[in-house]
């Protein structure tokens, strides 16, 4: 079977493919560390029997059921409307590179209740991280007022001794100064991040 024959590294980017869902061919070569386009299109091509792949810029790979249950993959991709956006997501996970990345699941403190896009670790400080790829520019302002209900409750403050920072990352630089006009006025701590900055 191909499963025993497998290398260390086709089972990383397999586990990779298992926890961040779809990757690119940039990506995959980015955190795995493949050398080269040609590199990595070889060993992806090896990973056939695993997985599938989608045609974007450049191919983007995400586990096929046979992948999924190799891996026990919690959840199966399936393409729909939010690819870009999950792709945009796995961006900040490779550029911030936290020991400890949790994605969508639901903080609720009390009758307050916020689901970020992720929830990430690096060292001792903690951060939500929201992607904007698409979204209305309401979303945003409503999901900033969460997050300022969500310090009130000071759940983290007394836990961990501060609220994490809110990470955003952006399509459109247009609206960086908004958001943290917004931030600011509601005493959060927010970073903006413009997409092409962290790939």
Avoid: C
Wanted: overall charge positive.
């Amino acid at each position: 079977m191909r499963m025993v024959t497998m290398n260390q590294r086709q089972m990383q980017i397999l586990d990779s493919l298992s926890n961040l869902e779809i990757l690119t061919r940039s990506q995959i070569q980015t955190l795995h560390n493949t050398k080269s386009t040609r590199n990595t299109n070889f060993i992806m091509q090896s990973l056939k029997p695993y997985t599938r792949s989608i045609r974007l810029k450049e191919n983007a790979y995400y586990l096929n059921k046979k992948g999924a249950e190799l891996t026990g993959a919690k959840r199966q991709f399936r393409v729909n409307e939010q690819l870009t956006h999950k792709l945009m997501r796995n961006d900040a996970y490779i550029y911030f590179e936290p020991h400890k990345w949790l994605v969508e699941q639901e903080v609720k403190v009390m009758n307050i209740s916020v689901k970020p896009d992720a929830y990430f670790v690096i060292g001792n400080s903690r951060h939500f991280l929201e992607v904007d790829n698409t979204q209305k520019w309401n979303v945003n302002v409503k999901k900033m007022k969460y997050y300022r209900k969500l310090k009130e409750t000071n759940a983290f403050q007394q836990k961990y001794g501060s609220f994490p920072s809110i990470v955003w990352v952006i399509k459109h630089e247009s609206r960086k100064d908004k958001l943290m006009k917004v931030a600011d006025e509601l005493e959060l701590n927010i970073n903006v991040y413009v997409h092409d900055e962290i790939i």
